[in-house]
């Protein structure tokens, strides 16, 4: 990320980074990544409320003029019958209408992972992870998915024999979480890949080893009797 930022700045580009798998499970430095814009979820690895999120904007991009498409008088003071004056700050990209209640679930989300130390998530939450992929990999008819040369706490796999949705339902029954993912979400990956859906598992810190075997065992039970 941050050689990309790099590049960036030599060609004056814009810099944008979708931050959504990271935020929770890694320290974000934003002047190391050098990006413009940088957005966050708080219902992913930072476990608070679904719905809340952030936007980090630079200086650069306020000083260059940049705003949003649609603004309000939150964002934006109506100086005339024909002009505004955008906020000077990062506050010219929010809205009006803000879930109060949301952001403080969001804050207190936050408050609890600076408690517990990215350093310490961002070691433990791989490791588990790496754990569960290579236990899952291993066994017949299942098919680790996770590409590069830093794998995270997102863990795919592809089950055959299987329809998505019964796995899943499967999975639910013993007590698994997991979600599902379709080609229709990532036509590129998907085709290079060459399957139709997949099983996303993404244990955190608070998992412990047991439960780690315990996920490899139930996949392990379900694909030998579909």
Excluded at 71 to 80: E, K, L, V, Y
Excluded at 120 to 147: E, F, H, K, M
Excluded at 188 to 205: A, E, I, N
């Amino acid at each position: 990320m941050a050689e990309i930022g790099r590049h960036c700045r030599e060609l004056d580009l814009l810099y944008i980074v979708d931050a959504c798998q990271s935020v929770g499970q890694y320290p974000i430095d934003v002047e190391e990544i050098g990006c413009d814009l940088l957005t966050g979820t708080c219902r992913k690895f930072l476990r608070g409320p679904r719905g809340s999120g952030f936007l980090f904007v630079s200086d650069r991009v306020l000083q260059a003029g940049y705003e949003p498409l649609f603004i309000d008088m939150h964002g934006a003071d109506w100086t005339s019958t024909g002009g505004y004056r955008p906020s000077e700050t990062a506050a010219r990209f929010e809205e009006w209408e803000f879930p109060y209640a949301t952001i403080v679930g969001c804050a207190a989300a936050i408050r609890y992972a600076r408690a517990v130390g990215l350093g310490v998530i961002s070691q433990r939450t791989p490791y588990l992870a790496g754990l569960l992929r290579d236990g899952l990999a291993v066994l017949p008819g299942v098919r680790a998915l996770d590409q590069g040369d830093q794998l995270g706490g997102l863990v795919t796999i592809a089950v055959e024999g299987w329809q998505a949705e019964g796995f899943k339902a499967a999975m639910d029954a013993r007590g698994i979480n997991s979600a599902l993912s379709f080609r229709r979400f990532a036509q590129f990956d998907f085709g290079d890949k060459d399957v139709d859906w997949c099983l996303r598992l993404s244990p955190h810190y608070y998992n412990t080893e047991d439960e780690i075997a315990r996920v490899v065992s139930a996949v392990a039970g379900l694909r030998a009797a579909p």
